[in-house]
């Protein structure tokens, strides 16, 4: 699990309740099903205008598996692992199956799948690496931008949510004790404009700008996984490879000699 990312809805959750408890005792206030129904119902439904429904609703997974999940990237210990398989590459490119059970990392076993099958040559197999590489980034940072995009929708709702209240206020105007009634009214239809900011910037904008950091991440790695396999196949030597692979990194995470012993 993603404890930072759990801590930050847990904290930005409680903050938002406080800050409402403090604005009124009662909290059931802000309950309003009037700015609820237009803030989240259309943004739903401009997002299955945008975007097909199916992978609107996958959203919902891709912030449990990619945010809330485990995300952390083990560089030291995927260097660690291809210097292990370079030593047994020394044996035989087939010797490399295996270790293929013992991979925990998907795209470094479809890396170590290719030099073991010892059809294709260094080129070849960078060049299909790197085009999954460029899949992956891409399918990725498309997850990240739906987000983005879904984030614009709920304050320009909320807006309209509370342009419908004011609507209703003015008609309250020259009606018998229209002065008292105008305050409630007018609260009540603000609530739109809350519902809409909060929803863009806890739940959209911050998934956003993680998926984008994760993506990053990943494509590093497997930028890194992609020269250690090359290196694997040229049957380089394991100081270099180690050095190689190192370079991805700043020093202060880099796999040092002890380490990988």
Known sequence: MNFSAILGVLIGGSVLYFALS??????M???????????????????????????????????????????????????AQILELSKKATIGLSALNDSLPNLRHEFLKEGVQLVAAGVLSETEIRQVLDMRVKTTE??????????????????????????????AVLQKLGEPDSQKLIGPAMSIGLIGTLYGIATANFIFLPIAEALTERTHEEVRLRKMIVEGVCMIKSQINPISMREGLNSFLLPRDRLVKKAAA
């Not at 429904?53 to 083990?74: E, Q």
């Open 138 to 167: 891409k399918v990725y940072l498309h997850e990240a931008n739906m987000f983005k995009s879904i984030g614009k929708f709920p304050p320009a709702f909320g807006l309209l949510a509370t342009t419908l209240g004011m609507i």
């Open 29 to 79: 206030y802000f309950a309003n099903m009037h700015g609820i129904l237009i803030v989240w119902g259309s943004t739903f439904a401009v997002s299955c205008i945008a975007f097909p429904i199916g992978t609107v609703l996958s959203l919902a997974k891709v912030f449990l598996l990619r945010v809330l999940g485990k995300n952390k990237v083990d560089y030291q210990g995927t260097i």
């Open 22 to 27: 403090d604005a009124n005792s009662n909290i």
